[in-house]
């Protein structure tokens, strides 16, 4: 049902292997080695536009957060008709939830084909998936520090009599590579795994208790079935996640989660700086009072004695307002007092 698959993994890995033995021993471990990493780099450029793709979705459904929180105090208990509000939401904002999926789904049977493919490596066999007998045999030898490609910690039957006859191989070396690289597995997958929950941002309830199943469970899981992957598969899932990390330490630089410190400062970046120099006055212009810095208590426009031509007598000269201070303040105000007169004050006594 999936020869198609398992023949066109085999088919990079050949075109791979090709290229790398114009440098390289044909034969070597090495080679294969890398063949498989740069299976790896294939599939995961071809997968960038989804892996894109899926980061957007994310941030998406983090901004309808708010929105989907008040559709379920508003429903309350009507889950069909805050499910249809919630679809109907995502529809207007063209979210779609699966869209997060994209990049893991083809993953999977890619790596069933390569496990396949490297389970049914044999010396002496016949040629698979497109291979020829010669590349089948020499892909079934090649060895990575006395462990081959094919092999791993616990084997059986045939293919067990027929790697441990080859030269040089034991089940010591086989289980020192396959100890090394199962734990460097298992660490990856951890911190990739984290990466992705940041990547993803904060989530509550059943979403993370999910999320902290995935960060403890698929190391644990891997660390058991690590034992019975073929060296080459190991090599495959080492460099797959190394390609996680990086590329989502790129993404997370590029576009932080919305609402993290990240992103506050990339935001805060991204404004357009303001040349303090543009908001000084120019040479010769007249600085402009704010409408603030006015006194609030300023004195009313009919106490202001003004010439003949409008304008407010200069400073040495007596004000106006003056002249309700009496005498002291200038002749001004000692002509109103004398203008008074005895008579005025008379009737100022009488009342």
Known sequence: MLDWLYTAIAWVMARWHDLLSTVL?????????????????????LLFPLFVKQVKSQRAMQELQPEIAKLRKQYGSDRQGMSQAIMALQKERGVNPLAGCLPILPQIPIFIALFHVLRRLAPDKDGLYSWSDELTDQAARADLFGAPISSSFNMDGAKEQAILALDGVTYGSIRTVALVLIPLMCITTFFTQKQIMKRSGPVDGQAAMVQKLLLYGMPLS??????????????????????????????????????????????????????????????????????????????????????????????????????????????????????????????????
């Open 25 to 45: 021993d044909p034969a070597g471990g090495l080679t294969w080695a890398l063949s498989i990493a740069l299976l790896v780099v294939t599939v995961r450029l």
């Open 222 to 351: 891997l660390f058991v079935t690590g034992f019975f992957f073929p060296i080459g598969v190991l090599i495959y899932w080492v460099v797959n996640n190394a390609w996680t990390f990086g590329q989502q330490f790129f993404i997370l630089r590029k576009m932080p989660p919305p609402g993290s410190a990240a992103a506050k400062a990339k935001a805060a970046a991204e404004k357009p700086a303001v040349d303090p120099r543009t908001l000084a006055p120019k040479p010769g212009a007249k600085p402009v009072r704010p409408k603030g810095g006015r006194p609030a208590t300023a004195a009313p426009e009919s106490t202001v004695d003004l010439g003949s031509d409008g304008a407010e007598p200069p400073a040495d000269q007596p004000d106006s307002r003056a002249s309700g201070n009496g005498a002291k303040n200038g002749p001004r105000g000692g002509a109103s007092r004398a203008g008074q007169g005895p008579a005025n004050r008379g009737k100022r006594k009488r009342r």
